[in-house]
């Protein structure tokens, strides 16, 4: 019998969340990140104009929203690891698109084929794990990382869960999935049925021919 694809098509709502994750986590994070240190230059240079600015706004402004102060970029080191996690906040959203929107992925591998329910369930647990390690990076680190990344990351978190604890909601309705099921199983039964009765006439003709 052959597999259904329609099980592994996304529910608008995953959808939106995918989205959601991919261009204001995945995508924004990596610019803002990749370009911190030129953007914390910006904002020293906007305050300096601007002065009676609340700091907290223009932080919001000019994407600071990593690591406290200037510690993103005050050594060669803290920048190179900068542009480390830069790269895979891209690799990361490049993978997640990839494998969720299989319309896309189509278009640039013509050959291609669904990706199945499993892989994009494993998908969501494996950010679903990195939600929480980032968790405890965020405890055993607050006095380091940005308030604006500990709201943000409590946000993402809190939008995945229903979709963790019942990964059924990522799919479409699986009603119509049934229903083909069925048409398909009688049909399957039918196809079978008429290679029976046509066998069986084989066999007459043959008993009729051999008399």
Known sequence: MNPIKKEAVLSRVYRLYVLYECILVNLLGFFTLFFQCELQGLEQRFLHAFPS???WIADSLFGHFWLQGD???DTRASRCLTYMIAGWLLIAGTLQVFINFDGLRQRIFRSDWQAPRGLKILCMYIFFVCDWYWV???VLFRDVIGWQQ???SAIDILLRLPFAFKPARMFESSCASAVLLVESSEREAYSYLEGDDEEEENLELQGVSMV
């Open 53 to 55: 600015t609340p700091k």
């Open 71 to 73: 510690l993103n970029c």
């Open 136 to 138: 405890v990076l965020m």
């Open 150 to 152: 500990i709201v943000g």
